[in-house]
């Protein structure tokens, strides 16, 4: 495949993506959604990004088969402690990130 295909796909699927996430939010925009659904969907951001930290910290970023990284799995438990301590996400990011890079230091 050229440079210039190559380039070309890579435009058309980011306007594709574009277009697919910004139809959908203006196609919901001026209504309301029940209760219900409105609770469910404030889990969808942790649920993700928790899905996400474990996919990275078991397979240590290749994704290709079970790694337990240990530093990454200390710094997660300091970060899970730490959440539930202060309940507060910039907290928890901070001290998993400080203890990651001291562990990784080390």
Known sequence: MSHGAAALVLIVCAAGT??????VILLFADRTFPPVIERALQNVGPAVLAALT???????????????????????????VVAVWRKNLLWTLAAGMVALWILAAL
């Open 18 to 23: 574009y277009l697919f996430r910004g139809g």
């Open 54 to 80: 474990v996919n990275l910290a078991v397979s240590g970023g290749g994704g290709s088969g079970v790694d337990i990284v240990p530093a990454e799995m200390a710094a997660l438990l300091i970060a899970g």
